[in-house]
């Protein structure tokens, strides 16, 4: 065992505790960005001049009307950019563009006295455009061949041959929607300057070190002159990763040139229609299995619709190829990835990043063609998993595959599956207008940044004389606890209690080059570097300690606030004696920790390496329940088995788990976002603009029984105290209610019925499914998307994407349906 992860006696991780700021979240108490501008005097308040086109170009902007508006102090314009008119980390993201290159980009900012007062200015802005053509969608881009940034390229083994040796071919198309962040907290950031022109930015920000150089490059000062501060945040799930980085930057230019602070706050209709989402992908992919369903190639194509802009659409592509396997042993595989270029917002970072558009492709794959191959979806996914010794696509040894079984087989047996399958089976006999149906899938997700040098971080531990602890660290609290598990670190680390340990809020002046709380590596890397701080000092107080107690440094412990010494005298000198006592012998009592991801190489040209620390194993079962009149559906159980290592605080992690699990579940059922595709002068407008039409999982979508436990004996080697990464895996275990919805709309049909189900699985698309399935119950092979076709035709291959959605295929081979109906 590492000496990263072993841990103490009676630790404080592994503790069931609340979230540090539980109380203040449900009393109100907790301050946000917003928060703050009732405590600054003097606030200006920002508005954008949103554009009406999807595409065009800025022909003229008269700034002069909105100045004759009560209460209005400036418009802000590119001729205000002192440094770098862009806000993106790819240069491809101007601040303020004379190109609108989607509905509602911002093309100036009014700054008003009151929020109305900036709101009619805005509105008294007048702007000329000159409309250009636009893409909307991804088939659009693919069609025009519309494309940005890398085309990645995963290959291993012989991938033709094994098609030509295979028992079974099936080809199909598979398009799947992105999804709102839908965080209870807009983007919001309130800048002020110093009387030295130091920059202050209170952000709402998962990268306040990337908003720090991204305001200063807009600025065009150095780092120093700017310092950001995230106090917390009311969610981020990755759409705080990018996007706060120019709403930050107007806020600063705004208190720069004005001399007064300046609130910039989106309302959630500006958010939602000038934020980026997760990625929407389109899919196109042939898969060969031999006579005992096991798979023996997988050739695709993944298209991510990027939007407008790059931001993080290339690294969240090379994720999603990376994890297209996966829990499933592949042997031969190609897959081509490349982004599409459209006029819409730019898509960015979002819970999982890229893996579980990766994973759905595959998850889709097993769902259609199980029933093909005459096989249980469940008996068909369990027996392609990895195991000892095999490797992934990329190269990187999958360490602990047993733990997938493990976890299988513990939500076959705590779920009563077998018991269960057989109730289903006798229930769906008797009722011929609503079906039921158990789905269960696995998860297998790589922890680490793509990028190896994000892979760091550092911590600032202030120990005071008279014995308390100050911790400050580089990752930012989203609500996700991340904070609670590095008071609970700090404290194992350096044995005292609990109420020993405060924090403070994440500054680029303490903890400086940090990376983005993302990746799920929050607790990873920054928990690293808290232990390592906490180590620095404990190993100076250990001397002390040995001189006191008349015993070498390596006899001496701390724990629960006392020092001893194992084969000593017994004498036991209180934590904060101890301090004080070394305070006067001139010891240091603070320390700046630092902690890099040992064991990661990754080559992004040849997509080869080891990029991840560890893998995250989890597996769900999903009950459900159809109704054929309506495609309406209840979930009735949820069974989760996941592995967070040995959890650093238990009741975190299950929260994590369950709102992970939920979050997922909305995005594959109920989250459809909508933009308008027609040739109206409202092309591009996003149409799903409110909580009112953009659907959300709430408590009428929970589970009716909701079961959540952590594997057992999953110790993690070379991690903090033996934990794993909680963040994004969860969420993919969310497949297991689509997969739920496929078999229970398959029911309507007869055996062996192969169903297409869009994504997300509104209930309208489900009825169409239920349809699909009864029309293949009268014979109409057609209307149930799988046909048969004549021997000889070469059939379509996933790199052509020009070629015919349903092309006929090879008598051993089968085409399946497009994923989505008209």
Not at 347 to 364: H, K, S, Y
Not at 636 to 662: A, C, K, N, T, Y
Not at 677 to 687: H, K, Q
Request: aromatic letters at 6%; hydrophobic letters at 40%.
């Amino acid at each position: 065992m590492s000496h990263l992860s072993e841990r103490p006696t009676n630790p404080v991780v592994g503790q069931d505790l609340p979230h540090e700021s539980a109380q203040l979240h449900v009393t109100g108490a907790a301050l946000y960005t917003d928060d703050l501008v009732l405590r600054t005097h003097g606030t200006l308040h920002a508005h954008p001049v949103q554009a009406p086109h999807a595409h065009a170009r800025v022909t003229g902007l008269r700034t002069a009307p909105a100045l004759e508006v009560p209460g209005v102090v400036r418009v802000l314009t590119a001729s205000d950019v002192t440094g770098v008119n862009d806000a993106g980390v790819k240069h491809d993201e101007p601040l303020f563009p004379d190109e609108v290159m989607f509905f509602g980009h911002s093309v100036a900012w009014v700054l008003g006295e009151t929020l109305e007062a900036a709101r009619l200015g805005a509105a008294a802005v007048e702007v000329d455009y000159e409309p250009l053509p636009s893409i909307v969608t991804v088939r659009e881009a693919i069609d025009a061949e519309s494309f940005q940034g890398a085309q990645p390229h995963l290959e291993r083994g012989d991938v033709e041959t094994a098609f030509d040796g295979a028992a079974h071919v099936f080809s199909g198309e598979f398009e799947f929607a992105g999804q709102e962040h839908f965080y209870l907290e807009t983007h919001c950031a309130l800048a002020l300057v110093d009387e030295n022109g130091q920059v202050f930015v209170q952000s709402s920000t998962q990268h306040p070190s990337e908003t720090q150089e991204i305001v200063a490059h807009v600025l065009g000062v150095p780092s120093h002159e700017v310092t950001v501060q995230c106090l917390r945040m009311g969610g981020g799930f990755g759409g705080k990763e990018m996007q706060p980085h120019g709403l930050a930057a107007i806020a600063a230019i705004g208190a720069r040139l004005t001399g007064r602070p300046v609130r910039l706050r989106l309302t959630r209709t500006q958010d939602l229609t000038m934020s980026g989402k997760r990625h929407g992908f389109h899919s196109r992919w042939r898969v060969a299995f031999d006579d005992d369903g096991r798979l023996q190639a997988l050739d695709a194509t993944l298209t991510a619709d990027g939007g407008w802009s790059l931001d993080l659409s290339e690294p969240v592509l090379a994720r999603a190829l990376c994890h297209v396997d996966n829990a499933y042993w592949i042997p031969n595989v190609r897959v081509n990835g490349r982004i599409a270029r459209t006029n819409k917002t730019s898509q960015t970072a979002f819970r999982g990043f890229g893996g579980p558009q990766g994973m759905l492709v595959i998850e889709d794959v097993l769902g259609r063609c199980a029933p093909l191959l005459g096989l249980d979806p469940a008996d068909l996914r369990r027996r392609n998993f990895y195991t000892d010794g095999q490797t992934t696509p990329y190269g990187q040894p999958v360490r602990h595959p047993e733990r997938i079984a493990a976890a299988w087989d513990a939500v076959v047996a705590s779920g009563e599956l077998e018991r269960r399958r057989e109730e289903v089976a006798r229930y769906n006999a008797e009722h011929p207008d609503t079906k039921r149906a158990i789905g269960i899938t696995p998860v297998k997700f790589g922890i680490s940044f793509n990028l190896t040098a994000f892979n760091q971080a550092g911590a600032l531990v202030h120990v005071y004389k008279d014995g308390s602890v100050l911790i400050n660290h580089g990752g930012t609290e989203m609500g996700q606890g991340l904070h609670t598990k590095m008071l609970q670190v700090a404290a194992t680390a350096l044995g005292v209690p609990l109420s020993t340990v405060r924090l403070a809020p994440t500054r680029t002046d303490k903890v400086p080059n940090t990376s983005a709380t993302a990746a799920s590596s929050g607790a990873d890397l920054n928990g690293g570097a808290v232990k390592n701080a906490c180590e620095q000092i404990t190993d100076r107080l250990r001397a002390v300690a040995a001189g006191r107690l008349g015993v070498h440094p390596n006899d001496v412990r701390f724990e629960d606030g006392v020092v001893h010494a194992i084969g000593g005298t017994g004498e036991q000198v209180p934590w904060a004696q101890l301090v004080h006592q070394a305070y006067f012998q001139r010891v240091q009592l603070w320390a700046a920790g630092f902690y890099r991801t040992e064991g990661l190489h990754w080559d992004s040209s040849r997509m080869q390496g080891s990029p991840f620390k560890y893998f995250a194993y989890g597996v769900a079962a999903t009950e459900v329940e159809v109704d054929g009149f309506t495609g309406a559906y209840r979930t009735r159980r949820v069974d989760i088995v996941h592995d967070v290592g040995d959890s650093l605080s238990p009741l975190v992690d299950i929260g994590q788990i369950e709102g992970g699990f939920v979050q997922g579940a909305g995005w594959l059922t109920l989250e459809d976002l909508r933009w308008d595709e027609s040739d109206r002068a409202s092309r591009g407008r996003l149409a799903t603009q409110a909580a009112s039409t953009y659907k959300l999982p709430s408590f009428s979508e929970m589970p009716e029984e909701f079961n959540v436990s952590l594997l057992e004996q999953a110790h993690e080697d070379g991690v903090v105290y033996g934990s794993k990464a909680v963040g994004e895996p969860p969420l993919m275990l969310a497949f297991s209610v689509r997969e739920a919805l496929r078999q229970a709309t398959a029911a309507f049909g007869p055996a062996g019925t192969s169903v297409d189900l869009a994504s997300p699985a509104t209930p309208e698309a489900v009825f169409w499914a239920v349809e699909e399935a009864r029309a293949a119950g009268e014979g109409h092979p057609d209307d149930a998307h799988v046909e048969v076709a004549a021997p000889g035709d070469p059939g379509v291959r996933p790199e052509q994407p020009d070629a015919d959605a349903r092309p006929m295929q090879p008598e051993s081979e089968r085409a399946v349906g497009a994923g989505a109906r008209p």
